[in-house]
């Protein structure tokens, strides 16, 4: 095949990165997709993808199933404790509707909404409060857990979203508005805690905040909150030599909820040396109470309440996609996001069409939450207009309980 | 709002994000096992938590004492004298067969009479009542209405006025009519002399019964007549006035609950000094003479009884009459100490009795009517026996033991807790003269022993000096392991049951006790724990 079929079939495709921007999938085909025979296209689209830098996949999946987590299974994790230790998950779904060309007139433009539920968390968080939370402090008889810096995020909600694309470069802007579900927060700047020998004084040393939205609910469908985002990519296309590639830069539910009057807010920086609760006779404890609240009061963990605006957890990126021939494309992006222990993530990908109806793909990446990740994905035309795809973020972590990561998405496009 | 779901420690708010997230399926939470360290309670233990601070003294130098006050026993108004409801009838009806025609007016009853009180031995002249009631009912077969008078010449209303009427409509024998009236006796004042001023219990009644002047008079049989009821009823007297009879009331055996050692269940008290000093009031216008057959100290868990002995057992206690002051009795008297040189008082008191027993003779006036028919008596008034106990807190105590219950109010319940077995450990900082140990028992609900609680360590006492005070306080560490199933126990409705046997530092010399004595204890914890065990 020449240079200049290349350049035509790339043209032809419309886009060349994947419009799944959460996950790493696989690029629209010109043979297996074809882009150019439908005026409208419905996408479904649903994804989890968990990553980590130091908890093993046993350790969530544990959490996740309600099971008695055994000494070994957490000291497993604790064993892979870096220093700088994060995780986190995206969970979302959506439906996505790209409708047919000449919006306002113009060629090439297409209208798109989109309706979406998304579920994040991230955390960054140290050795000690892992140690802490699932040891215990009594290992710490006698010596500091230093259980800061830590911090995390989790946020769920939903978004219905209109914009416009460009069906010929991929490039699209749209704008979102968001019903906040739920939210929590914490940024542990400081939090020191040393237990004196024989538990005789616990001394805390703190220096955190903590943030929650309304805590009378947070089922699906709540309103704790409302805020409006913006998502686009831009799409630049250039030749290197011969091979056409392009550069991509993407940003997503780049925007902000304002979370309402119930919200929930404290601010501790202070000491405290807990000697016990004081009583006034000992011969007299009918009624002593291990309890909740007089810790609260002790530790002076009442909330305050208020409006609080956050940040949306969003994502950026920059890549390059080049096709490298005539069934093969291959990329790399490096991307970033709004949660606390996600650092830049790099990711290369490749794809081969397989026939005219297959198109299989993989990706390597570094980076975000966890460590190194394999991935792999495929989509197939089923007749002229249903496209199936699906996807996983970590091959191993589909198998392996003792690996870091895992992830998987599955979609169906229908054109017509 | 809620707040905070976890009394974990504060940095577990990072990853309760994820626990949240593992969590909220229907799976339930994720539970694991922690171990943790924590102190749960410190304390300063004084004197006054064992002893009330209304019960202690503190003398010259801090030298505590007990002061004990209790009543032996009262004999109120009650016991001397009782007015009991009373209910006269005054029947009126025609003694021939008739009919007779009687006019408007004309008169059917009219009894110059007296009432007489049965007040027992009482011979009372004056009797002034706080309570009561006295009721006119008039019940009318005669087919006219009637008219009826009670008059009390004797009595003096605060009102004025000692005639109670009413007035009755026209009845039948086949239909009688009655008719009620009632007047309140407070503060009315009978003089029980009679008419003639020279009987005792007696009231001036005059009752009169008339056709109603403003009828038409009526024609009466032998079959018709008209009755008038008069009853007191609920006389309480405030004041009396006159002879109460010479008589005996025996009181007793009783017994009476002393809750001054109930928290002591075993060992000894050898005590240096006791002081106990009995205090009899007689607020009552009248001599008695009063004598003690017997006091003892009752103490039911050894099954011991000790008998006082004193001079006050030996004869008779006289009690001079209450003065009248016009409005309320000047009681009269009489005190009696009781010490280790007089009586067995220290033994009286170290039987660690949790009753006492006592039985008497009262004696009134033992010496006849020599008031000349003036003895008294008001509402208020009564015979009253105190004891108040003193004991300077010098003692010897040998295996003495203290027993308190604790229900500890756990999180969770006996089907899921998190909280599975600990160690308790108890770090004491003793300032008393007194070394002790701890049993801990886990009981039911009825007290049966389910688990013991194996204690490590004793509490050693304070180091004394050669003046037999403390002269620096010791520190000593207890432990008590609490296994799974004793954890269990406890969400059973079992509670602890702690017994502190006590023993003076030094055995062959008492040991005064300083208001400034202390034990200073922390209690810390080291548990495991399951992470949402409580759900």
Redesign the interface.
């Known amino acids: 095949m020449g240079m200049t079929r290349i350049v035509a079939l790339y043209i032809l495709s419309g886009t060349v990165l994947s419009l799944h921007a959460q996950f790493h999938s696989l690029p629209l085909d010109s043979v297996v997709d074809l882009p150019g025979s439908w005026s409208h296209r419905i996408t479904a689209e649903a994804y989890l993808d968990y990553n980590s830098n130091a908890l093993y996949n046993e350790l969530?999946i544990?959490?996740?199933?309600?099971?008695?987590?055994?000494?070994d299974l957490?000291e497993r994790s604790q064993d892979g404790l870096t220093g700088r230790n994060s995780?986190g998950?995206d969970l979302g779904m959506h439906v996505s509707w790209v409708g047919a060309d000449s919006l306002f007139g113009r060629p090439g433009w297409r209208p798109m909404v989109r309706v979406a539920n998304r579920?994040v968390?991230g955390?960054r968080?140290a050795d000690d409060?892992?140690s802490?939370?699932?040891?215990?402090?009594?290992?710490y008889?006698d010596s500091t857990?230093r259980?800061?810096p830590?911090?995390?995020?989790?946020m769920r909600y939903q978004s219905v979203g209109f914009g416009v694309q460009d069906a010929r470069s991929g490039s699209f802007l749209r704008l979102d508005l968001v019903q906040g579900q739920s939210f929590?927060?914490?940024d542990?700047r400081r939090?020191d805690?040393y237990?004196a020998p024989?538990?005789?004084?616990?001394d805390?040393d703190?220096l955190?905040d903590?943030w929650s939205s309304?805590?009378?609910g947070s089922e699906l469908g709540r309103n704790n909150g409302l805020g409006m985002s913006l998502s686009g990519r831009w799409v630049s296309r250039h030749l290197a030599g011969t091979t056409p590639f392009d550069l991509v830069a993407t940003v997503q539910d780049l925007g902000f909820i304002a979370w309402n009057d119930?919200a929930?807010r404290i601010r501790?920086d202070t000491v405290i040396a807990?000697?016990?609760?004081?009583?006034?006779?000992?011969?007299?404890?009918?009624?002593?109470?291990?309890?909740?609240d007089q810790?609260?009061d002790t530790?002076g963990?009442?909330?305050g309440?208020g409006a609080i605006t956050t940040l949306l957890p969003f994502r950026a990126a920059l890549g390059v996609n080049a096709f490298l021939g005539e069934r093969w494309q291959g990329g790399v992006e490096i991307e970033q996001r709004n949660l606390p222990g996600f650092v830049p993530q790099v990711t290369l990908t490749s794809s081969r069409r397989m026939g005219t109806r297959a198109l299989l793909g993989a990706h390597l990446g570094y980076g975000g939450f966890g460590l190194l990740r394999l991935g792999l994905s495929a989509r197939m035309r089923i007749g002229g207009r249903v496209f199936a795809t699906l996807a996983t973020s970590h091959v191993p972590g589909l198998a392996m309980g003792r690996t870091r990561g895992v992830g998987a998405m599955a979609a169906l496009a229908v054109g017509f | 709002?809620?707040?905070?779901s976890?009394?974990?420690?504060?940095?577990?708010?990072?990853?309760?994000?994820?626990?949240?997230?593992?969590?909220r399926?229907d799976?339930?939470?994720?539970?694991?096992?922690?171990?943790?360290?924590?102190?749960?309670?410190?304390?300063t233990?004084t004197l006054g938590?064992?002893i009330a601070d209304s019960l202690l003294v503190t003398g010259p130098g801090g030298n505590v004492s007990l002061l004990y006050r209790s009543t032996l026993f009262s004999v109120d108004l009650d016991t001397v004298l009782r007015a009991p409801d009373t209910t006269y009838y005054y029947p009126g009806a025609i003694n021939v067969p008739g009919p007779i025609d009687f006019p408007a007016g004309a008169g059917i009853v009219n009894d110059n009479d007296v009432t007489r009180f049965d007040f027992d031995d009482l011979e009372l002249r004056q009797l002034i009542l706080r309570e009561g009631t006295l009721a006119l009912e008039l019940t009318n077969m005669i087919a006219s209405s009637m008219v009826g008078t009670f008059s009390l010449p004797g009595a003096q209303f605060p009102g004025g006025g000692n005639t109670l009427g009413a007035t009755v409509a026209a009845g039948s024998p086949a239909s009688p009519v009655l008719q009620t009236q009632v007047r309140d006796l407070s503060g009315v004042t009978f003089d029980l002399r009679g008419p003639d001023f020279n009987s005792t219990n007696t009231l001036h009644t005059i009752v009169a019964i008339n056709l109603d002047p403003a009828g038409s008079g009526a024609v009466v049989t032998d079959q018709d007549s008209v009755n008038a009821q008069v009853t007191y009823s609920g006389l309480i007297p405030q004041y009396a006035r006159g002879y109460f009879g010479s008589r005996v009331l025996e009181v007793g055996p009783e017994e009476t609950d002393l809750d001054l050692f109930n928290?002591i269940i075993g060992g000894t008290l050898d005590l240096d000094e006791v002081t106990l000093r009995m205090k009899i009031t007689n607020g009552i216008g009248m001599d008695i003479r009063i004598v003690l057959g017997s006091l003892q100290a009752v103490n039911t868990r050894t099954g011991t009884t000790v008998d006082l002995t004193h001079a006050i057992l030996d004869g008779p206690i006289n009690l001079n009459r209450a003065v009248d002051l016009g409005g309320a009795p000047q009681p009269s008297i009489y005190q009696n100490v009781l010490d280790n040189s007089n009586s067995n008082v220290d033994l009286f008191v170290e039987n660690l009795p949790d009753k006492l027993s006592y039985s008497l003779d009262l004696f009134l006036n033992p010496l006849g009517d020599i008031s000349n028919g003036n003895d008294f008596l008001y509402y208020e008034s009564e015979l009253e026996a105190e004891l108040e106990l003193e004991v300077p807190l010098r003692l010897i105590a040998d295996e003495l033991t203290?027993q308190?219950?604790?229900?500890?109010?756990?999180?969770g319940s006996a089907e899921a807790h998190a909280?599975q077995s600990g160690d308790l450990?108890l770090?004491v900082t003793n300032g008393f003269p007194l070394q002790a140990r701890m049993e801990i028992d886990i009981v039911g609900p009825d007290d049966s022993v389910w688990e013991n609680v194996a204690v490590d360590g004793q509490i050693a006492s304070g180091i004394v000096g050669g003046d037999g005070f403390v002269e620096a306080s010791v520190a000593s560490e207890l432990r008590a392991g609490l296994s799974a199933a004793q954890v269990d126990r406890l969400y059973e409705e079992g509670r602890?049951r702690i017994r502190v046997i006590f023993n003076t530092a030094d055995q062959g010399q008492h040991l005064q006790l300083l208001d400034t004595y202390s034990l200073d204890?922390?209690?810390?914890?080291?548990a495991n724990?399951i992470?949402n065990g409580d759900d």
């Open positions: 969530p544990g959490l996740l199933q309600g099971d008695f987590l055994e000494r957490r995780a998950y579920e968390l955390m968080f409060l892992y802490l939370i699932f040891f215990g402090n009594a290992p008889e857990a259980v800061g830590s911090a995390h995020v989790t929590n927060a914490s542990i939090a805690i237990t024989d538990g005789r004084l616990i805390v703190l955190a903590y309304d805590t009378a119930n929930v501790r807990f000697e016990g609760f004081n009583v006034a006779n000992i011969l007299d404890l009918d009624g002593v109470l291990l309890g909740e810790l609260l530790f963990l009442r909330y309440t | 709002m809620k707040n905070a976890s009394p974990v420690p504060v940095a577990s708010i990072c990853l309760a994000a994820l626990l949240v997230a593992g969590c399926k799976a339930g939470p994720a539970r694991w096992d922690v171990d943790v360290l924590a102190p749960l309670v410190t304390t233990f938590d064992l928290s203290l308190t219950f604790a229900t500890v109010d756990l999180p909280l450990r770090f602890f204890l922390q209690i810390t914890l080291g724990y992470i």
